[in-house]
C-alpha cells in the first residue's frame, strides 16, 4: 500500500481527520496574543514508568492537551508468537508486564487450557495461586515506592525494592529465575516447590506484616505533602472509569468493586476468602490506600493457601508435542494492574494461528488523554501513580 | 454517582441478554455455550448490537477487540463483561483486503485504543472514529499493517522508509 | 618574620588573603557536602552511600572533581553562549561573596560591615538572576519552565527571609552580623531561637527554598523537568552550578547559626575556646546542614502552587505577627 493511497483512505473513514502523529494545533490566542507551549516528557525520562513519550500542549503550567505516543518498546510479541511453538510462547508473555511476570504467564497457560480443555491438578492450581499473589506483593509495594518517587520522595523506593528483592529471592528459590520465570506451564507448573519452602514463605510473610505499616504507611499515610500533592489529583467518577475502560486498582479506587478473582472466579480462587479491597474517592490518594490494602489481603489469601495446599502432581499429563484442536480459548486473570485476557486461536498446528494480550496497562493509559487536561504538569507524575503502567504491557 | 452492577443468578442474566439480543437486532448465530453468550452478526450490525447491550442490557465494559486475519476475510470478536460473571461475544466477519467497519467508539469509548491497534496491526479502518492514528509504529513512513498474514517478518521491510 | 605577619595584617592584604581562603572554604565546602549529602541519605535508605574511594569513601570528591574538570562542556546549538556560560558564575557569586560578612571566631571576620544583614539579603537577591539567565540561556523549553519556577519561588521566598530578621535586628540594635552573635553572649539561653522561635522556623524553611532543595527543588524538580534550568549544562559548567547549590546550602547554614544559635558562642561559658571558637561555629552549621540533608531524603516535594501558597499565605503573616510581638517586648521590657 502506498503512503498516498493510505492517507486518502483513512481520511474518508475520519473525515477532517487528524494529521498522523502530530497533535493539531489550534493556537490558542487572545488579545494578548499569548500561545500554549508544546513540550514534549520523555522518552527519555527518569520517571516516565518506561519508554513513553507524552506530547503535551501547556498553558504556563496547566496542561490543555496530553497526548501519549507508545511504540518506543514494541517488540512485535503477537507476531512472534505466529512462529513458535505453544510452549515456547510463554517465555514471551514473561516479558509483556514485566513486573507482574506470573498474572502473564497463567493469562497465556489458561487460554491454552480453555483451547485444549485440560484438566488442571489442584496442587498446580494451588502453587498457581500462590505465585500470583506472591507476584502481586511484588509489584504493589514497588508501585507504592514509584508513586512517591516521582513526588520527590527519594527514600521509600529502596524500603520497597528491598522487599521485592526478597519476594525475588524466594522466586529465585522456586522457578530459579528472579524475574522471567517462565514457571507456569500448560497444564500445571514446572516443578513442585522444593522442600521447606512453605515455613520460609511463611515466616517472610509474618515479618512482613509486621512490618509494612513502618516501612510503607506511618511515614506516607499522614504526610502532609504527601496528601496535598495527591489528594483531589485525578478526580475519577465511576461512570468515567468505567467509560474509559478501567480495571483494576484505577477502577477500585472510586468505588466499583469489580474483581476478576472473585466475579469470574479461576484457578483455585474460588477455595479461598479475601476481602475485594474498594475506595470512594477515586484520586491518587484513594489509589494508594487500595493497593496497601489489597496488600495486606495478598498476605491473607498466601496464608489460606500455605495451609490448606493439596497434595498430588503438579503437571498434566500433556504428550511431549502440544497440538491443539482447532478453535479458540480465551483466559483471563487478575493482574496487579487490571484485568488480563489473553485470546488464542489454533488451526490444528503446533504454533498458535493469533494470540492477542489485553494488556491492562494499555487500556488504562486512555485516562491520560482523559483526566489529565486541566491538571497542573507536575500532576501528570501522580497519575502516572494512579494507573501504574507498565511499559512492556502498553507496548507489548 | 454510584454505578449500580448487574445481581441475580448467573444463567437468567445470560438468558436475559440473550433474549435481548434475538429481540432488538438481527442475528446469523446465536447461543449460550459455557457461560458465555456467543452472537455473530453483519459487520452493520456491530453498533446496533453494542448499543442494545449498553442501553438495554446495562452491560458496561467491553473487555477488548481482537481481530484474526484468515487470508481472505477478518474475524472480529468484541468481549463484553457485565462485572459479574457475565460475559457476551459479538464476533462478525469483515471481508476483502481493505475492511471497513464501523467504530464504536461512541458506545464505548475504551474502544478507542482498541481500534487503533487493529488499525495499526490489520490496516481495518473505522469510520467515525475521532482520532484513527497507529498506536505502536512509526506514524509517519511506515506503511505496514505488521500482523497481517501478508507481511513476512524481515528487516529490509521494516526500515524501508528510512533513510 | 614577625614584621612579615604584621605586614600582612594590613589592609588590604588582609583583605585578598582572607577574601582567597573565604573562596577556598567555600569550594571546599561544596566538595565534602556532595560526600555528605550521599552519605547521609545512603544511610536514611539503608545502604552506604559512596564507601570505595578512600577509607569510607572520604577521597570521592576528589574523583568526582577530577571527573567533571575532564568532562567536555556541551551546549546546545542555539544557546546564547554568553549568558549561558555566565549563568553558573551568577549562581556561584553570591554563595562565595556573602562568606565575608559572617563571624567565625571572636575578630575573625572577612569584613565586619556594620550593614552586614543588609547586604546579605541583597545577595542573595543575584541568585534568581542566575537562574533565569541559566534558563533562558539553555534555549529549551523544560529549561524556562524551571527558570520561571525557580524565579517565582526564589523571589517568593525572600519576603518571609527578610522578615523573618526582623526580630532579630530589633533585639541586636543593629545591622552588623558581629554585634549579632555578640549580643548572644553568656550561654545557649541567650540564643535567640528561644525569643524567636518562629522567625527561626520561618527562616529555616525559607532559607531550604531559597536553596531550591526538596520540599521547594520543583525548579529542578528531577522527576518532571528533569533537572530544569540545569538539564543543558554539562561538567564543569554543572559543577559550578552544583558547587553554588551546596556553598549556598552551607551558607544558608551558616547564617542561621549566627542568627539564632548564637554564631561562635559556646553552649555554656565554661566551654570557650578563645580564639577556636570557630570550632563550635563548625559544630552547629554542620548540624543543620545535617537537618537540612535529613529533611531532604524524607519528604516529597511540593507542587509550585502549593509552594506559593505557603510561602504567601503562611510564612508572610507568621514573621509579620512575630515581629510586632518582638517589638512590642522590646518597648515593654526595654
Not at chain 1, 520465570?181 to 517472610?204: Q, S
Not at chain 3, 614577625?2 to 561544596?30: C, H, K, M, Y
Not at chain 3, 554539562?234 to 558547587?243: K, P, V
Request: proline share 5%; with cysteine.
Amino acid at each position: 500500500m502506498l503512503k498516498e493511497e493510505e492517507r486518502r483512505r483513512a481520511e474518508t473513514v475520519v473525515p477532517g481527520g487528524r494529521e498522523s502523529g502530530r497533535l493539531a494545533r489550534p493556537d490558542i490566542r487572545d488579545e494578548f496574543g499569548l500561545e500554549t507551549m508544546d513540550m514534549n516528557m520523555g522518552p527519555q525520562h527518569p520517571s516516565m514508568h518506561g519508554l513513553l513519550r507524552l506530547v503535551l500542549e501547556l498553558d504556563g503550567e496547566t496542561v490543555v492537551r496530553c497526548d501519549p505516543v507508545m511504540g518506543y518498546l514494541h517488540r512485535c510479541q503477537e507476531k512472534i508468537a505466529e512462529n513458535r511453538l505453544y510452549p515456547a510462547v510463554i517465555p514471551l508473555t514473561d516479558r509483556l508486564d514485566y513486573l507482574a511476570n506470573i498474572h502473564n504467564e497463567h493469562g497465556y497457560c489458561m487460554a491454552v487450557e480453555d483451547l485444549m480443555d485440560v484438566e488442571v491438578p489442584p496442587r498446580a492450581e494451588a502453587i498457581r495461586v500462590l505465585m500470583s499473589e506472591l507476584m502481586r506483593l511484588a509489584s504493589h509495594i514497588p508501585s507504592i515506592g514509584f508513586l512517591l518517587l516521582e513526588l520527590g520522595a527519594f527514600s521509600p523506593i529502596l524500603y520497597a525494592f528491598r522487599e521485592r528483592e526478597r519476594i525475588q529471592d524466594i522466586f529465585e528459590a522456586i522457578t530459579g529465575a528472579r524475574m522471567m520465570f517462565h514457571y507456569i506451564r500448560i497444564g500445571g507448573v514446572k516443578a513442585d516447590l522444593p522442600e521447606g519452602m512453605e515455613e520460609r514463605i511463611w515466616n517472610y510473610i509474618e515479618s512482613l506484616e509486621a512490618s509494612f505499616k513502618r516501612d510503607f504507611i506511618d511515614l506516607i499515610e499522614g504526610n502532609e505533602i504527601f496528601v496535598a500533592r495527591t489528594r483531589g489529583v485525578g478526580k475519577l467518577t465511576q461512570q468515567k472509569a468505567l467509560e474509559i475502560g478501567l480495571t483494576g486498582p484505577p477502577l477500585r479506587c472510586t468505588g466499583v468493586d469489580f474483581d476478576v478473582r472473585r466475579d469470574y472466579p479461576y484457578s483455585w480462587y474460588p477455595n479461598v476468602e479475601f476481602d475485594v479491597v474498594t475506595d470512594e474517592a477515586g484520586d491518587v490518594e484513594a489509589s494508594y490506600r487500595v493497593r496497601v490494602k489489597e496488600c495486606y489481603q495478598s498476605m491473607r489469601i498466601i496464608k489460606q493457601v500455605l495451609e490448606k495446599m493439596p497434595e498430588g502432581e503438579v503437571m498434566a499429563d500433556l504428550g511431549r508435542r502440544l497440538r491443539p484442536p482447532e478453535g479458540e480459548g480465551f483466559g483471563r486473570v487478575e493482574g496487579p494492574r487490571g484485568e488480563f485476557a489473553v485470546h488464542v486461536v489454533s488451526d490444528g498446528t503446533d504454533v498458535p494461528y493469533r494470540v492477542h494480550y489485553r494488556d491492562p496497562s494499555f487500556v488504562n493509559m486512555q485516562m491520560l488523554q482523559e483526566i489529565v487536561p486541566g491538571h497542573y504538569l507536575p500532576d501528570i507524575m501522580p497519575i502516572m501513580g494512579l494507573i501504574d503502567p507498565v511499559s512492556g504491557g502498553w507496548d507489548k | 454517582m454510584t454505578v449500580s452492577l448487574p445481581e441475580g443468578d448467573l444463567q437468567e442474566r445470560l438468558e436475559r441478554y440473550l433474549e435481548g439480543f434475538r429481540e432488538h437486532a438481527e442475528l446469523q448465530e446465536s447461543g449460550i455455550e459455557e457461560d458465555v453468550v456467543r452472537v455473530v452478526v453483519e459487520p452493520e450490525l456491530v453498533p446496533r448490537v453494542l448499543t442494545v447491550a449498553r442501553d438495554v442490557l446495562g452491560i458496561m465494559h467491553l473487555s477488548f477487540i481482537t481481530v484474526v486475519d484468515r487470508r481472505g476475510h477478518f474475524d472480529l470478536t468484541y468481549e463484553l463483561l457485565d462485572l459479574r460473571g457475565g460475559r457476551v461475544r459479538v464476533k462478525t466477519t469483515l471481508e476483502g483486503e481493505e475492511p471497513v467497519i464501523e467504530s464504536v467508539t461512541g458506545i464505548y469509548p475504551t474502544a478507542n485504543w482498541h481500534e487503533r491497534e487493529a488499525y495499526d496491526m490489520f490496516g481495518i479502518a473505522f469510520r467515525g472514529h475521532p482520532d484513527l492514528r497507529r498506536v505502536y509504529t512509526w506514524q509517519d513512513h511506515f506503511d505496514h499493517h505488521p500482523l497481517l498474514k501478508s507481511f513476512e517478518i524481515s528487516t529490509k521491510r521494516t526500515f524501508e522508509g528510512l533513510r | 618574620m614577625g614584621a612579615f605577619v604584621n605586614a600582612l595584617d594590613q589592609e588590604p592584604w588582609r583583605f585578598i588573603i582572607s577574601f582567597l581562603v573565604i573562596v577556598v572554604l567555600t569550594l571546599n565546602t561544596a566538595a565534602i557536602l556532595t560526600l555528605a549529602e550521599r552519605k547521609v541519605a545512603g544511610y536514611i535508605q539503608l545502604r552506604y552511600g559512596p564507601n570505595r574511594t578512600g577509607f569510607r569513601g572520604i577521597l570521592q570528591p576528589a574523583a568526582d572533581v577530577i571527573k567533571l574538570f575532564v568532562k567536555e562542556n556541551v551546549a546546545p546549538g542555539k544557546a546564547d553562549r554568553w549568558v549561558f556560560l555566565a549563568a553558573p558564575i551568577a549562581m556561584f557569586v553570591p554563595a562565595a561573596v556573602i562568606w565575608m560578612v559572617v563571624p567565625f571566631a571572636p575578630k575573625a571576620v572577612v569584613t565586619n560591615l556594620n550593614i552586614g544583614l543588609l547586604f546579605v539579603v541583597s545577595t542573595t537577591s543575584i541568585g534568581a538572576l542566575g537562574v533565569i539567565m541559566a534558563g533562558y540561556g539553555s534555549h529549551s523549553n523544560f529549561s524556562l519552565l524551571g527558570a520561571l519556577r525557580g524565579a517565582a519561588q526564589m523571589i517568593s521566598y525572600e519576603v518571609p527571609l527578610i522578615l523573618s530578621l526582623l526580630g532579630t535586628i530589633i533585639l541586636t540594635g543593629s545591622l552588623s552580623l558581629s554585634d549579632v552573635v555578640d549580643k548572644q553572649a553568656g550561654g545557649f539561653w541567650h540564643w535567640y531561637i528561644w525569643s524567636q522561635l518562629p522567625m527561626f522556623a520561618v527562616f529555616y524553611i525559607a532559607s531550604i527554598a531559597e536553596v531550591k532543595r526538596v520540599p521547594f527543588d520543583l525548579p529542578e524538580g528531577e522527576s518532571e523537568i528533569v533537572g530544569g534550568y540545569q538539564i543543558e549544562y554539562s561538567g564543569m559548567t554543572w559543577a559550578m552550578i552544583q558547587a553554588s547549590e551546596f556553598a549556598s546550602m552551607g551558607l544558608m547554614s551558616a547564617i542561621t547559626v549566627t542568627l539564632f544559635l548564637g554564631g561562635w558562642q559556646p553552649p555554656f561559658e565554661f566551654l570557650d575556646l578563645g580564639n577556636f571558637d570557630w570550632i563550635w561555629f563548625g559544630l552547629k552549621a554542620a548540624l543543620v546542614m545535617f537537618t537540612l540533608q535529613w529533611v531532604r531524603w524524607s519528604v516529597p516535594r511540593f507542587r509550585m502552587d502549593q509552594l506559593m501558597d505557603l510561602g504567601w499565605k503562611v510564612l508572610v503573616p507568621l514573621s509579620l505577627v512575630w515581629l510586632l510581638v518582638t517589638a512590642a517586648g522590646t518597648l515593654i521590657v526595654g
